[in-house]
């Protein structure tokens, strides 16, 4: 009898599910026991995945064991800068995977940098008024951000063209989310901000991965 093996995402699509259930509904309970399994079960699928795959892979590991720890502080608005911190080296991590599979010698288009670097002014015009203290500490994880986002692009060409959309993908929604929830803490609220956030944050974070997990397959 041929056993058939368990989709490995399906923990992770409950956990996103159980996010979006507690906060749509207000279960604080639901929601504090499920957003840090979030990166958790994806780092499980990456790993049940990935077991042959070259050192990258620790880097990936890295990435999202650090956005876990962002996933856990950002529970708390008192926890703002410890989570921004993770964030950046999660985003550290993702360049340098990137880097290693495909960035080294891949093609970037003007147009990557353009978009990028006219995303991070417009957000900077907006929520500028609002930093005070942390403008140096939101413009460095501005940067990082937005070089993370150039950097998945610079896989073009380098690695097949599955893996290269759906990091490119994934980096452009995460860059989105972050930004939203800059506009929504230093601008102005944005309806809903919370389901949104988390639903393109989620999106952003499984699509790098699966994008990561595709990089070995032949174009």
Not at 142 to 160: D, E, F, Q, S
Not at 203 to 210: E, F, G, K
């Amino acid at each position: 009898m041929t056993i058939k093996k368990t989709d490995g995402r399906i923990p992770y699509l409950f956990s996103a599910l159980a996010v979006l259930t507690g906060l749509l509904f207000d279960l604080q309970f639901l929601y504090l026991l499920a957003k840090p399994l979030l990166m958790i079960t994806l780092l499980i699928y990456f790993v049940a995945e990935t077991k042959s795959y070259p050192r990258w892979r620790f880097h990936v590991m890295a990435a999202l064991v650090f956005s876990w720890a962002g996933d856990v502080f950002l529970i708390s608005s008192d926890w703002f800068v410890a989570g921004l911190v993770s964030f950046l080296i999660a985003h550290v991590f993702y360049i340098i995977a990137y880097q290693k599979t495909g960035a080294a010698s891949g093609q970037l288009k003007p147009l990557d940098v353009i978009k990028f670097a006219l995303y991070g002014v417009i957000l900077i015009w907006v929520i500028y008024p609002g930093l005070d203290d942390l403008l140096i500490p939101v413009l460095i994880y501005a940067l990082v951000l937005l070089g993370m986002g150039v950097w998945a692009h610079k896989r073009r060409g380098a690695t097949p063209q599955s893996s290269f959309k759906l990091v490119a993908a994934g980096a452009i929604l995460f860059a989105v989310s972050d930004g939203l929830i800059a506009v929504n803490k230093f601008a102005f609220e944005i309806p809903a901000e919370r389901i949104l956030i988390m639903s393109i944050y989620m999106t952003a974070q499984y699509l790098i991965v699966q994008g990561l997990i595709k990089h070995t397959e032949r174009p």
